[in-house]
């Protein structure tokens, strides 16, 4: 499992960003344990269902916040008050700042060292994000406003939970630049254009092509406007009759260790989705889960390329790598790789050659 400093990428572990950490609508009353980060955290939600993440754990003397079923704090529903969550083992209560603000046995004031450490959360499309940096800063770009998830005309997305992926993150990002994968594994045919545009801390893949078996010889082509939001956000869109949205997700779980996540949405043609439209449009999300898997397994079983060998018409994938090193050094350094990369970069554009032929 190659890590971070195996690929060279910078001085921290993990990259600075937004990253998903879990479907919204499985975070219920009772505080939920997870790992990312090469770190135990604890998502909750406040009496007023605002979400917030901690560290896991209590530090009068350990004991995990998120993981009890038998304390009689967990059995009379004290875990959450207000906006604080309350440690099963002594009762402390922790709030969303992360300090201690009641001690249950105690008239002391609570000790300035009763701290846990807080992230930053946002919860958007049905999904819980966020906020990564490990100099602590605050997000430097925002997050994705994901437009559609709120348009009446989209069937919104369902959550493809794909589990962990023993990967480092930069194995999937290469996929951004990554022409010569589409047409042996994903049946594209007849590829009229392909190329990269860097920008700042977004970076675009635009696709167009015919394919083996979803396009019809001589029919439109398909066609993909493809980008990473920061490290671990992809979106992508595909025009056509039905025009999708597809998300896909990853977060570090360990050095060298993701969780990956997928889904999509799917736009009718009438003012107001309803319930008649998800079977069709569930159907284009497995479509397109399909396609994913297709990529999946390949970075099951790959070893980790720590250095592309690269030959011409294989895609600029030193000038991802490049880009993506932006997001695992200090903030400070961020438009010294930008400037390095911001631009277009093509590898074929038939319309273009078209154009100059005319």
Same mark, same amino acid.
């Given at each position: 499992?190659?890590?971070?400093?195996?690929?060279?990428?910078?001085?921290?572990?993990?990259?600075?960003?937004?990253?998903?950490?879990?479907?919204?609508?499985?975070?219920?009353?009772?505080?939920?344990?997870?790992?990312?980060?090469?770190?135990?955290?604890?998502?909750?939600?406040?009496?007023?269902?605002?979400?917030?993440?901690?560290?896991?754990?209590?530090?009068?003397?350990?004991?995990?916040?998120?993981?009890?079923?038998?304390?009689?704090?967990?059995?009379?529903?004290?875990?959450?008050?207000?906006?604080?969550?309350?440690?099963?083992?002594?009762?402390?209560?922790?709030?969303?700042?992360?300090?201690?603000?009641?001690?249950?046995?105690?008239?002391?004031?609570?000790?300035?060292?009763?701290?846990?450490?807080?992230?930053?959360?946002?919860?958007?499309?049905?999904?819980?994000?966020?906020?990564?940096?490990?100099?602590?800063?605050?997000?430097?770009?925002?997050?994705?406003?994901?437009?559609?998830?709120?348009?009446?005309?989209?069937?919104?997305?369902?959550?493809?939970?794909?589990?962990?992926?023993?990967?480092?993150?930069?194995?999937?990002?290469?996929?951004?630049?990554?022409?010569?994968?589409?047409?042996?594994?994903?049946?594209?045919?007849?590829?009229?254009? *392909? +190329? /990269?545009?860097?920008?700042?801390?977004?970076?675009? @893949?635009?696709?167009?092509? !015919?394919?083996? =078996?979803? %396009?019809?010889?001589?029919?439109?082509?398909?066609?993909?406007?493809?980008?990473?939001?920061?490290?671990?956000?992809?979106?992508?869109?595909?025009?056509?009759?039905?025009?999708?949205?597809?998300?896909?997700?990853?977060?570090?779980?360990?050095?060298?260790?993701?969780?990956?996540?997928?889904?999509?949405?799917?736009?009718?043609?009438?003012?107001?989705?309803?319930?008649?439209?998800?079977?069709?449009?569930?159907?284009?999300?497995?479509?397109?889960?399909?396609?994913?898997?297709?990529?999946?397994?390949?970075?099951?079983?790959?070893?980790?390329?720590?250095?592309?060998?690269?030959?011409?018409?294989?895609?600029?994938?030193?000038?991802?790598?490049?880009?993506?090193?932006? *997001? +695992? /050094?200090?903030?400070?350094?961020?438009?010294?790789? @930008?400037?390095?990369?911001? !631009?277009?970069? =093509?590898? %074929?554009?038939?319309?273009?050659?078209?154009?100059?032929?005319?």
């Amino acid at each position: 499992m190659a890590q971070t400093a195996d690929y060279r990428l910078g001085e921290f572990t993990f990259a600075r960003g937004w990253h998903m950490i879990a479907e919204a609508a499985k975070l219920g009353p009772d505080p939920m344990p997870l790992r990312f980060f090469a770190r135990d955290l604890v998502l909750y939600r406040g009496e007023s269902g605002t979400p917030h993440l901690v560290d896991a754990y209590c530090p009068h003397m350990g004991a995990h916040l998120g993981r009890n079923q038998t304390s009689y704090i967990v059995r009379d529903k004290e875990r959450i008050q207000g906006e604080s969550i309350r440690c099963p083992f002594h009762g402390w209560r922790f709030g969303p700042d992360g300090r201690c603000n009641h001690i249950p046995y105690s008239d002391q004031k609570p000790p300035k060292a009763a701290v846990i450490k807080t992230w930053p959360v946002v919860e958007r499309a049905g999904i819980i994000w966020m906020w990564h940096d490990e100099e602590g800063n605050e997000p430097d770009y925002p997050l994705p406003a994901f437009e559609m998830y709120d348009d009446p005309q989209w069937v919104r997305w369902a959550i493809d939970d794909l589990g962990e992926l023993p990967q480092h993150p930069i194995e999937v990002v290469d996929n951004m630049t990554d022409f010569a994968h589409f047409v042996p594994i994903h049946g594209s045919r007849d590829i009229e254009y *392909f +190329y /990269n545009e860097f920008d700042g801390h977004v970076q675009w @893949q635009m696709f167009g092509a !015919g394919h083996r =078996t979803l %396009v019809q010889e001589g029919g439109p082509m398909l066609e993909l406007d493809t980008w990473y939001t920061g490290p671990a956000i992809l979106q992508s869109s595909m025009r056509g009759q039905y025009p999708t949205h597809m998300l896909i997700a990853h977060t570090p779980v360990e050095d060298g260790k993701i969780h990956v996540w997928h889904a999509l949405m799917v736009k009718t043609d009438k003012p107001q989705a309803t319930e008649e439209d998800v079977p069709a449009a569930r159907a284009y999300q497995q479509a397109s889960l399909d396609a994913f898997a297709q990529d999946f397994e390949i970075w099951t079983y790959k070893k980790a390329c720590l250095v592309p060998m690269m030959v011409r018409g294989d895609g600029p994938t030193d000038k991802n790598r490049l880009w993506y090193r932006q *997001f +695992y /050094n200090p903030l400070a350094r961020a438009p010294e790789f @930008q400037k390095r990369v911001n !631009g277009r970069y =093509t590898v %074929v554009d038939k319309r273009e050659q078209r154009k100059d032929v005319a």
